[in-house]
């Protein structure tokens, strides 16, 4: 079992235009939601249709070619791994975020 790895792979529609960051370093930062949608039938056997968000993140040159060619609406395929990071609000509240470090990016489709 030691051979599994942390690694997450999704095909998704990007659900708002991406922000980029561009650190003091000369690095850039994307980040970007990522709409991935799941069909089955209920128990009914109707078509249900569930849709789940997931942040993205990428940094370097990943993050050039995300601000060069994604855009809303683009299809995408991304290859990363889950990382999870906490932060404290201005109220003292901590909070807990999960996110999608991107190391790979393809471009699919079309903007929709």
């Known amino acids: 079992m030691s051979t599994l790895k942390n690694k997450v792979?999704?095909?998704?529609?990007?659900?708002?235009e991406p922000t980029i960051t561009n650190l003091e370093s000369g690095k850039k930062?994307?980040?970007l939601s990522l709409a991935?949608?799941?069909?089955?039938?209920?128990?009914?056997?109707e078509k249900q249709t569930e849709t789940n968000?997931?942040?993205i993140v990428a940094w370097g040159k990943t993050a050039e070619i995300i601000e060069k060619y994604v855009t809303k609406g683009k299809e995408i395929a991304i290859e990363?791994?889950?990382?999870?990071?906490?932060?404290?609000?201005?109220?003292?509240?901590?909070?807990?975020?999960?996110?999608?470090?991107?190391?790979?990016?393809?471009?699919?489709?079309?903007a929709e």
């Open 80 to 110: 990363g791994k889950l990382t999870s990071r906490s932060y404290e609000t201005k109220e003292g509240e901590k909070r807990y975020v999960t996110e999608v470090l991107a190391n790979e990016i393809v471009l699919l489709g079309n």
């Open 53 to 55: 968000w997931h942040t």
């Open 9 to 16: 792979q999704l095909i998704g529609n990007v659900g708002q």
């Open 29 to 31: 930062v994307a980040r």
């Open 36 to 45: 991935t949608n799941e069909n089955y039938k209920n128990s009914n056997g």
